[in-house]
């Protein structure tokens, strides 16, 4: 079993930028890919980006894509979401997620086997 703690979120003005983290432990990530999903309030869990541990294989959903950017730290087990000109549509509770499946990508929330609490980011205009 994977225990995934997102850290970063916090209130930020338009425009302005976040760094969320997300620290894997329990086991190695090298059979997992890695996803960043975030659910505003009435609205569904959507998907941002994912990584593959073992390949690196990334994908961005294109409301994000140029603005966000995932990576990873193999010795620190975390995952990062770097986002850029954040707008106040990307206010939301973000999370990570993880998929026991080392490659592909898995856009829905429900292909996911772990996830974390989540981290509140409010954009304000």
């Known amino acids: 079993q994977v225990q995934l703690v997102e850290s970063g979120g916090g209130l930020v003005q338009a425009g302005g930028s976040l760094r969320l983290s997300c620290a894997a432990s329990?086991?190695?990530?090298?059979?997992?890919?890695i996803g960043w999903f975030r659910q505003a309030p009435g609205k569904e869990r959507d998907f941002l980006a994912s990584?593959?541990?073992?390949?690196?294989?990334?994908y961005y959903a294109d409301s994000v894509k140029g603005r966000f950017t995932i990576s990873k730290d193999n010795a620190q087990n975390t995952i990062f979401l770097q986002m850029n000109s954040l707008k106040p549509d990307d206010t939301a509770v973000y999370y990570c997620?993880?998929?026991?499946?080392?490659?592909?990508?898995?856009?829905?929330?429900?292909?996911?086997?772990?996830w974390g609490q989540g981290t509140q980011v409010t954009v304000s205009s």
């Open positions: 997620a993880a998929r026991v499946n080392p490659r592909g990508l898995f856009r829905e929330w429900f292909q996911y086997n772990y």
């Open positions: 329990g086991r190695t990530l090298s059979s997992y890919t």
């Open positions: 990584i593959s541990w073992s390949y690196g294989d990334i």
